[in-house]
């Protein structure tokens, strides 16, 4: 159990234009996710923490208006980067939140590439 | 803010030897985690630990949490080509988590 899946897995878009990245719980309900950021070869940085039906945690220096954060379902959570810039090229990756066991799992992560 | 820092950053070790990565939190954690990143990969739950003093095995994994639940340690007895990857505590106030910096392993057969 504990399937975290993310979509895209890699995308690739032209400065300006906005991405929207999905992360689902397969198989249990997460009331919690987070959004980490992580560039080579360095840790992972959090950015937000997404609430079923509130509005997410944003890290202090992350403009929630760049990274919109929507977490509309017990198994959904998706990441908007808005108007994309070169400087926005890294590696996402989601987690959920497996309440019950204070334990979170890693969806496979999103690569960002903004020519 | 909170800060968790691990030491020591890089470790290159020879196939057999053992290994040991620390971490320290400027703050008392609710609780730790540990993970593995291999190369391109994303992190991959290890273990948690929530008590103070707690210790707990892995096969040849041996994690630790400090008395003061400030810090923790993950020793790895004779070291496998497979045990490669960036290892990451992660630690736990309330309901969010703070990783680590990270130590990456290097172990040469």
Redesign the interface.
Known sequence: GAVVSQHPSRVICKSGTSVKIECRSLDFQAT?M?W?RQFP??????MA?SNEGSKATYE?GVEKDKFLINHASLTLSTLTVTSAHPEDSSFY?C?A?WGG?????????TRLLVL | GQQVMQIPQYQHVQEGEDFTTYCNSSTTLSNIQWYKQRPGGHPVFLIQLVKSGEVKKQKRLTFQFGEAKKNSSLHITATQTTDVGTYFCAGGTGNQFYFGTGTSLTVIP
């Open positions: 919690t987070f980490y070869k360095q840790s992972l940085m959090l923490t202090q990756i987690s939140l066991k204070e334990t979170q799992y890693f969806g496979p992560g």
